[in-house]
């Protein structure tokens, strides 16, 4: 198993991904969430040209079996926040047929060193409440709650 930055040849792949990913976020809040993917394929290609961004897949003898989306962030000159660099995590995915095989943990770990080698203070991302599945792991690997996001839906 090889963690990699994606390519073109990857996109359908990802896109795959995105729609099960997807599908979780739509099954518990359809009220919030469509179904369909989080990016077109044009979409994927501005954004693994991009250099403030980059995605990770985790690629097995050609078969894509998970990936990571990075965004770096930098704060600078805030009235009231530190100057830092963060590495965003914007999302998780490993292949439903693949789970419970570590290939999540190593693309986390895949991204700790990225964010180790761009300098960055801390990795932060957001997770759905529903996803309990995904707050389970992250919490293994170690993450904190940083700010928790509340709603109250009008009825």
């Given at each position: 198993?090889?963690?990699r930055?994606?390519?073109?040849?990857?996109?359908?792949?990802?896109?795959?991904?995105?729609?099960?990913?997807?599908l979780?976020?739509h099954?518990?809040?359809?009220?919030?969430?469509?179904i369909?993917?989080?990016?077109?394929?044009?979409?994927?290609?501005?954004?693994?040209?991009?250099?403030?961004?980059?995605?990770?897949?985790?690629?097995?003898?050609?078969?894509?079996?998970?990936?990571a989306?990075?965004?770096?962030?930098?704060?600078?000159?805030?009235?009231?926040?530190?100057?830092?660099?963060?590495?965003?995590?914007?999302?998780?995915?490993?292949?439903?047929?693949?789970?419970?095989?570590?290939i999540?943990?190593?693309?986390?770990?895949a991204?700790?060193?990225?964010?180790?080698?761009?300098?960055?203070?801390?990795?932060?991302?957001?997770?759905?409440?529903?996803?309990e599945?995904?707050?389970?792991?992250?919490?293994?690997?170690?993450?904190?709650?940083?700010?928790?996001?509340?709603?109250?839906?009008?009825?």
């Amino acid at each position: 198993m090889e963690i990699r930055k994606a390519e073109t040849k990857d996109i359908n792949a990802i896109l795959n991904l995105l729609k099960q990913v997807n599908l979780i976020h739509h099954n518990g809040r359809p009220d919030i969430f469509n179904i369909g993917t989080k990016y077109t394929y044009e979409q994927l290609v501005e954004i693994i040209d991009d250099d403030n961004c980059s995605i990770l897949v985790a690629n097995d003898n050609g078969k894509i079996k998970g990936y990571a989306f990075c965004i770096y962030q930098e704060n600078k000159n805030d009235n009231i926040l530190t100057d830092i660099k963060t590495l965003y995590l914007d999302d998780l995915c490993v292949d439903e047929n693949y789970r419970g095989k570590h290939i999540g943990k190593k693309l986390y770990d895949a991204v700790l060193e990225l964010a180790k080698e761009k300098h960055c203070y801390n990795v932060t991302l957001n997770v759905w409440h529903l996803n309990e599945s995904a707050l389970k792991f992250y919490e293994k690997c170690g993450m904190k709650p940083l700010k928790i996001c509340m709603e109250k839906i009008m009825d």
